[in-house]
């Protein structure tokens, strides 16, 4: 009988993950935005800045939730580990939406987090998986993400889910702060519901995850590096990495590598590079990172959707990913990683489901 890992039925459900939130995010170009994360237009405008409060992988969408907030909406977004803002001094939060974002809503520092931020006044809105959470039922309100139950501990479909909701919620917001037109409304619900069709093709021809996965065997270590959004998706897909393949990757983001971690770069020690080319600023940037890497030997390997100048033929193994708008590419550039994943410790004979030591919520302190 053929066996699938939760993990890889979990990746593999993305695109019908996706296309139904994509769904519901037509509801935006109606009255009050359908009602789609529980305020109205006048208590949206309300909101003078944003705080997600989060772990983990959830900690990395809110990462990308803070650029598309600020975006779509103008707002002034932060983004705190949940178990730092706990022992942050306890500053009001007036006028404030904290966005507590969680897979299992069970997190416990997330679940004191947003216990605090409510004391502080602030708005709470749950993103959640999980009906009858607690992270739902402290919360004044909720975005259910109904991604279907999710039963590798490493989190894969949710995280897909919870860019699309934060997706979601920036072009809220930035309706209801009445700074986006119902066309540029339209047309972006219209993109992300373009977006399964071309992750399902992603999947489908997934030469980078096995080539690259069999190269790394017996590695010890990886750089990943991406600027912006991809800085998040290099996090998220560094965490992967290190959870259920037990290999040090370690994520940078693209301006920061010339400040230290470059030195690290040396014909032993391989980087992979995430380069979408929207913005196009951050692609030229990263072309340079990229020719820095060669100049000290650096094995190279490059997900992209432009092949950058200044890489010859012999520098990098080039993996190229369908265009997309610089906000929805985050999910063709993640789900290579989770498949780089998978196979990686699927190839090293691990427990791909259920890694060493660890559980699916973290519910108590150490
Ligand atoms: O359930 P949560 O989203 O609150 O969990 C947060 C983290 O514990 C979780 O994302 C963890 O990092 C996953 N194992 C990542 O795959």
């Known amino acids: 009988m053929h066996f699938e890992h939760h993990m890889l039925r979990e990746i593999k459900e993305q695109p019908a993950v996706l296309a139904a939130l994509a769904k519901r995010g037509q509801l935006l170009l109606e009255k009050d935005g359908g009602g789609l994360f529980g305020f109205d237009d006048p208590e949206g405008a309300s909101f003078q800045r944003i705080l997600f409060l989060s772990c983990g992988s959830s900690y990395h969408a809110s990462l990308a939730g803070k650029w598309m907030v600020e975006t779509f909406a103008g707002l002034c977004c932060q983004v705190e580990y949940a178990h730092e803002y706990r022992l942050s001094p306890p500053l009001p939060l007036e006028n404030c939406l904290v966005v507590g974002l969680s897979q299992s809503g069970e997190t416990l520092d997330t679940l004191e987090a947003m216990r605090k931020a409510k004391q502080a006044g602030a708005r709470i809105l749950s993103i959640c998986n999980v009906a009858n959470s607690t992270a739902i039922s402290l919360a004044h309100t909720a975005f259910l993400l109904e991604a279907g139950p999710e039963k590798a501990v490493a989190s894969t479909k949710v995280v897909s889910a919870q860019l699309a909701a934060v997706f979601l919620l920036a072009l809220r917001l930035g309706i209801a702060h009445g700074r986006l037109p119902q066309e540029f409304v339209q047309k972006h619900v219209q993109n992300l519901m373009d977006i399964p069709n071309q992750l399902s093709t992603v999947l489908q021809n997934d030469s980078f995850s096995k080539e690259v996965a069999l190269a790394l065997h017996e590695a010890k270590q990886l750089l990943i590096v991406g600027k912006g959004l991809a ?63 060669r100049e000290r030997a650096g094995p190279l390997w490059v997900l992209t959707q432009k092949r950058p100048e200044t890489l010859g033929e012999a520098d990098a193994q080039l993996y190229f990913l369908p265009q997309a708008d610089a906000f929805l590419s985050t999910f063709l550039f993640l789900a290579p990683l989770q498949t780089l994943a998978y196979h990686l410790a699927h190839g090293r004979g691990l427990n791909v489901d259920s890694p060493r030591g660890l559980c699916k919520a973290v519910v108590a302190d150490p």
């Open 231 to 293: 800085y998040a998706i290099a996090l998220e897909g560094a965490l992967k990495l290190k959870e259920t393949c037990y290999l040090h990757a370690e994520a940078f983001a693209g301006g920061e590598f010339r400040h230290g971690p470059m030195a690290l770069v040396e014909p032993t020690v391989p980087t992979l590079l995430l380069m979408p080319s929207l913005p196009q600023e951050s692609f030229e940037l990263m072309q340079g990172t990229a020719r820095e890497i």
